[in-house]
């Protein structure tokens, strides 16, 4: 993969309300690179939020969406999607306190 820093590896966090209830078990969800593996993905988390020590790291990627308008058919963006489960013990992620 070409030159990927843990700073472009997530892109934004994933505000639905499945998202906010997981946040109960130290579970965030958030979209990442294409290109990310799951030891990346875990690298940036840590280096990005001081004090995090993440456990486990599901990834899943999202086909995107049918769209027409008039005549024209066309895709929305396909997308990755890595949740993130934060050990026991670790500090929460300060982005979403407050949500």
Same mark, same amino acid.
């Given at each position: 993969?070409a ?8 892109i ?25 593996? !799951? ?5 940036? &988390? *840590? ?5 995090? /020590?993440? $456990?486990? @790291? ?6 995107? !969406? ?5 005549? &024209? *058919?066309?895709r929305?963006?396909?997308? /990755?999607? $890595?949740? @993130? ?15």
């Amino acid at each position: 993969m070409a030159n990927v820093q843990y700073y472009d590896v997530i892109i934004e966090p994933v505000i639905t309300e499945k998202s906010m209830d997981e946040m109960n078990e130290n579970k965030y969800t958030f979209f990442v690179h294409p290109q990310a593996n !799951k030891t990346m993905i875990k690298e940036a &988390v *840590e280096k990005m939020f001081d004090g995090t /020590k993440v $456990a486990r @790291v599901n990834t899943l990627n999202v086909k995107g !969406k049918s769209r027409r308008r008039g005549r &024209v *058919e066309g895709r929305t963006a396909d997308r /990755k999607k $890595a949740i @993130v489960q934060l050990a026991e013990g670790s500090k929460e992620i300060e982005i979403f306190q407050g949500l």
